[in-house]
């Protein structure tokens, strides 16, 4: 499969750098293309791809397109590779609150499809959501199922559902990296050393969520069972209530939902 990404940042290069690991890529197929010579050199050197400086050429040698720019730089991206566009492409946009509509006027095509990963992809561990236009081919679907399926979960939803993933998942993992980093700070503060208390830390979070996957348990449920009466946890549990913790997250990720909505309009 021949996929070419236009921009070339984190989110990039950490696709690129799953799909390589997951065995779905050739060397000679894919490359990216970016406005930044840093860009272009650190997905080359982290995927083995080949990055060149113009757009267009990415799209004269790829027919699958990543579209891997920041939501402020889509417009003039549309507007600059719209000539170049043939029914021949399939573009997928990761780009926060861009809607099917927006992206089907600014490309004049219909094969698009709209995906909100997140950067566990780099260890296959992604959790993804994509909806589709209605130009969008039974083989342009099954590709993504494919290619996200094979770097982490894959879901394809309404696209009324997109802002909420892209406040949910897509925003997700920097405020676990924050919950381990004050979790590990919290460590040294009580005596670790700090490899330990963010080994431990980081442990933690992977078990307790591998647990609600595979249990299928209400995370409600798991919670009991650690927490024993008049014990350490329920200590603990009583001093994240009172600094908020539940609100903390769940303001987070509204925030970051509406702040996706507020992408999309502008």
């Not at 561990?125 to 494919?146: F, H, I, M, P, Q």
């Not at 894959?154 to 559902?161: D, I, M, R, T």
Request: net charge neutral; glycine share 10%; with cysteine.
């Amino acid at each position: 499969m021949g996929i070419g990404f236009l921009g070339a940042g984190k989110m990039a290069t950490a696709l690129a750098s799953g799909w390589k690991d997951a065995g779905l890529a050739l060397r000679s197929t894919w490359m990216a293309s970016d406005v930044s010579e840093n860009a272009r050199l650190a997905f080359a050197a982290a995927t083995g791809f080949s990055s060149v400086s113009t757009n267009r050429e990415v799209l004269n040698h790829c027919r699958t397109i990543i579209l891997a720019v920041k939501p402020q730089a889509m417009p003039a991206l549309m507007q600059e590779i719209r000539p170049f566009v043939t029914p021949d492409h399939l573009f997928l946009s990761i780009a926060a609150g861009i809607s099917l509509d927006n992206l089907i006027h600014g490309l004049e095509t219909t094969r698009v499809i709209r995906v909100m990963p997140n950067t566990p992809a780099l260890i296959k561990e992604s959790a993804t959501a994509y909806t589709c236009a209605s130009g969008a081919r039974t083989e342009d679907r099954e590709l993504v199922s494919k290619l996200f399926g094979a770097v982490g979960q894959a879901h394809l939803v309404p696209e009324s559902f997109m802002d909420a993933v892209t406040g949910l998942s897509g925003s997700g993992p920097a405020f676990v990296f924050m919950m381990i980093e004050a979790m590990s700070d919290a460590g040294v503060r009580v005596g670790l050393p700090r490899d330990i208390a963010t080994s431990l830390a980081a442990q933690t979070l992977l078990g307790a969520a591998k647990m609600v996957i595979e249990t299928k348990e209400h995370p409600g449920i798991l919670k009991d069972m650690v927490t024993s009466p008049g014990g350490t946890t329920i200590a603990g549990i009583h001093a994240l209530e009172k600094g908020g913790l539940r609100a903390a997250l769940m303001d987070a990720v509204v925030a970051a939902t509406n702040r996706s909505r507020e992408l999309g309009k502008s």
